[in-house]
């Protein structure tokens, strides 16, 4: 199975919004509400930020936030701030009892 | 606090076998289900494999299907992953994380463990 899709880059200024896409199909993003999204910061292990499409885990900023429409899902990350930072990855379960994962987006504030 | 404690990487020659250990705590980790993950160098994410809290069920990503193999102790807290006939595309921090129950997402990771596969 391919990698999830993802845009490689976003950037943008603080205090503003983005919204990262993640494109599956149909075995994977579309068919599952197992959608998930990490932030990864230089030299450091992935940070779980978004699971089960929009759910956010105790302690991660409301400023985060996740959708899913058709085979599409979404991070948005509103009021960005310099420690936003990071590569971000989605990552959904499949119908192969596997687990996919996006190429990353490198977000940058400006 | 849960903590994932990877070791056992090292550079290897292509063709050889190497032995990845995950020290678990913080958590009943006979109740979750566990993973590996690994990171080429400036690559992306890669979903290795899973095996279920219990043992019995182990599901591995087609690119080590047939080499690697996943295992834990319960006992000991500690998960596994044996590498067999490691190729140079397997060079990569392997991550230990942790499955979040009720759903089917990781939610915990380890720092990693570099496994460098040259010749």
């Known amino acids: 199975q391919s990698a999830l899709t993802q845009p490689a880059s976003v950037s943008e200024s603080p205090g503003q919004s983005i919204t990262i896409s993640c494109t599956g199909t149909s075995s994977d993003v579309g068919g599952y509400n197992y959608v998930s999204w990490y932030q990864q910061h230089p030299g450091k292990a992935p940070k779980l930020m978004i699971s089960?499409?929009?759910k956010r885990p105790s302690g991660v900023s409301n400023r985060f936030s996740g959708s899913k429409s058709g085979n599409t899902a979404s991070l948005t990350i509103s009021g960005l701030q310099a420690e936003d930072e990071a590569d971000y990855y989605c990552?959904?379960?499949?119908?192969?009892?596997?687990?996919?994962f996006g190429g990353g987006t490198k977000l940058t504030v400006l | 606090q849960v903590q994932l404690v990877e070791s056992g990487g090292g550079v290897v020659q292509p063709g050889r076998s190497l032995r990845l250990s995950c020290a678990a705590s913080?958590?009943?980790?006979?109740?979750?289900?566990m993973h590996w993950v690994r990171q080429a160098p400036g690559k992306g994410l890669e979903w290795v494999a899973v095996l279920w809290y219990d043992g019995s069920n182990k599901i591995y990503a087609d690119s080590v299907k047939g080499r690697f193999t996943i295992s834990r102790d319960n006992s000991q807290n500690t998960l596994y992953l044996q590498m067999n006939s490691l190729r140079t595309e397997d060079t990569a921090v392997y991550y230990c994380t942790k499955d979040l129950s009720g759903s089917y997402t990781i939610d915990y990771w380890g720092q990693g463990t570099l496994v460098t596969v040259s010749s």
């Open positions: 990552s959904s379960y499949t119908n192969s009892r596997t687990w996919l």
């Open positions: 089960d499409v929009s």
């Open positions: 913080g958590f009943s980790f006979r109740d979750y289900a």
